[in-house]
């Protein structure tokens, strides 16, 4: 069945947002943690669904680019708008060269994470709280300024943390420039993270007991489950 899936055509869809995101798995094998590169759109009508499940290699720019090849051999012609994602350098390279035109939008929960490692416990609230208010400022011009405040207050003191954030200013503010209804939906990889938090409480019982094949057919199976509850993205009469 997944086989099948992955091999459809893709002619009549056009996808406005996709989020992308390499999830790991425990596996019975020499290579000890299974990657599977998931791409999840949303089309014109606000309806989200998967593009693909695929087997990959770490989140390598190879494994990525082969897969993106291959959805748009299989007819994606129009490019994503916006695609969603964390830090991992291999998906964005591999999406710029494969849809060049599409803007890149960092997750800002991953974001926020890799700073606050670099920070003292003591900081972590302050700084936690700082960062929201850049992502939930009312316009661009303000999240700017927040940026801006939040980089001249801590640099001092925290260099390789605001380095971190400075590093992806642009990408991290890149949602501001859709319909505000949407942001919610933009900012964070959250569409995949939390369809794959119930999928992992039925792969985690497995203890490491399954292979490769297994663990992407048990992925793609859960996945067309949850498929089935989501809803409409807000606002998605501005999606067109």
């Given at each position: 069945e997944?086989?099948?899936?992955s091999q459809r055509r893709f002619e009549n869809k056009r996808y406005v947002y996709i989020w992308a995101d390499?999830?790991?798995?425990?596996?019975?094998?020499?290579?000890?943690r299974q990657c599977i590169l998931v791409i999840i759109g949303v089309t014109e009508q606000g309806r989200?669904?998967?593009?693909?499940?695929?087997?990959?290699?770490?989140?390598?720019?190879?494994?990525?680019?082969?897969?993106?090849?291959?959805?748009k051999e299989q007819g994606l012609i129009h490019s994503p708008k916006l695609?969603?994602?964390?830090?991992?350098?291999?998906?964005?390279?591999s999406l710029h060269k494969i849809f060049p035109q599409t803007k890149h939008q960092r997750c800002?929960?991953?974001?926020?994470?890799?700073?606050?490692?670099?920070?003292?416990?003591?900081?972590?609230?302050?700084?936690?709280?700082?960062?929201?208010?850049?992502?939930?400022?009312?316009?661009?011009k303000d999240a700017f300024?927040?940026?801006?405040?939040?980089?001249?207050?801590?640099?001092?003191?925290?260099?390789?943390?605001?380095?971190?954030?400075?590093?992806?200013?642009?990408?991290?503010?890149?949602?501001?420039?859709?319909?505000?209804?949407?942001?919610?939906?933009i900012r964070t990889s959250n569409p995949i993270e939390s369809t794959f938090a119930t999928v992992r409480l039925r792969t985690d019982k497995?203890?490491?007991?399954?292979?490769?094949?297994t663990i992407l057919a048990m992925v793609y199976k859960l996945g067309m489950s949850a498929e089935k509850k989501w809803q409409r993205l807000r606002g998605f009469k501005l999606l067109a």
């Open positions: 997944h086989e099948q899936w390499g999830v790991y798995f425990n596996i019975r094998s020499d290579d000890a989200k669904e998967f593009v693909a499940i695929e087997d990959g290699y770490r989140e390598s720019e190879q494994s990525w680019t082969e897969l993106l090849v291959r959805v695609a969603i994602g964390d830090g991992a350098l291999g998906f964005w390279k800002w929960v991953h974001k926020t994470a890799n700073v606050l490692n670099k920070l003292p416990k003591m900081v972590q609230p302050k700084v936690k709280q700082a960062l929201h208010e850049i992502w939930m400022a009312p316009t661009k300024e927040a940026f801006e405040t939040t980089i001249q207050a801590y640099s001092g003191k925290y260099p390789k943390a605001m380095e971190c954030l400075e590093k992806d200013k642009e990408q991290l503010l890149a949602f501001y420039d859709f319909p505000a209804p949407h942001w919610q939906h497995t203890r490491g007991c399954v292979a490769r094949r």
